[in-house]
């Protein structure tokens, strides 16, 4: 079963369960995916690959981050608390992200293979989240970097 499929069995679920929540981020969520299929000229009875979904659901929750972020420094703990309830919905759609312990090992080899250099940190990430993309966040990635690097 595809991920959007089980996306949409969700959707379903959350309106038998009357969970508020879950309905509106799973309905964002299907709304993000047919904004998708439209961006890339597909029609909308397609499905997108789980790649493609995951990627849009990482943009979701990327967006919740940020909210978040903006809420607590302007003293909006209430809004937050509503964001981070959004946030850990769409966290149980997405993969189980890297810790930085375990990007270490991969970090250092890209390193080796492409040349210890302050001034290539940003070519090294890139690099790496090519070969870490949707497995590891990008500020894990670049903090693991920096400090191999510094």
Do not use: W
């Amino acid at each position: 079963m595809s991920l959007q499929t089980q996306i949409k069995d969700s959707l379903k679920e959350a309106m038998k369960n009357k969970d508020a929540v879950r309905l509106s981020v799973v309905r964002g969520l299907s709304s993000a995916f047919m904004n998708e299929l439209v961006a890339t000229s597909r029609m909308p009875q397609d499905e997108l690959s789980d790649e493609e979904v995951i990627a849009v659901i990482t943009r979701e929750a990327k967006r919740r981050k940020d909210s978040i972020n903006q809420y607590v420094e302007g003293s909006r703990e209430e809004l937050a608390e509503d964001e981070k309830a959004e946030l850990a919905i769409l966290q149980e759609y997405l993969p189980t992200m890297m810790t930085q312990d375990e990007i270490r090992p991969l970090a250092e080899a890209k390193i080796a293979e492409m040349g210890a250099d302050k001034t290539k940190a940003g070519q090294i990430t890139g690099a790496l989240m090519k070969d870490l993309k949707g497995k590891a966040d990008g500020t894990d990635v670049k903090a693991v970097i920096d400090s191999l690097l510094a």
